[in-house]
């Protein structure tokens, strides 16, 4: 097994994604995707699989944010490639950082 180095997370990934996480618990489906008899199979292969919370998962969404937050990569892509990262953000009202907004936080 090849291991993968941590990547840090970049400053405000942590409450997204809890903020993410929360939501969820609070606003379940209406109508579960997955039929109620096999749910249980499928989440067993999903964590498994490492399909939700798996190191490489992580490391993108990771990256990301980061793009977003450097500017590298704009809310509409963000929205394309990850569109429930993107809803965290805006939701949390996160902006890139720009040489504009850094003089503002001071």
Known sequence: MIRVPRVPEPP???AVRDK????????PPTQPAVP???QARAERTIIELGLRDGEF???ARR??????????LTLDGLHEIAP???AM????GLR??????????R
């Open 57 to 59: 998962l992580l490391r």
């Open 12 to 14: 405000g990934f942590a």
């Open 36 to 38: 109620i008899d096999t």
């Open 89 to 92: 953000v805006e939701r949390e």
């Open 20 to 27: 993410g996480a929360q939501w969820l618990r609070n606003h």
């Open 63 to 72: 990256r990301w944010l980061e793009m977003y937050l450097s500017a590298r």
């Open 84 to 86: 429930l990262l993107a």
């Open 96 to 105: 890139p950082r720009t040489p504009s907004n850094e003089r503002l936080r």
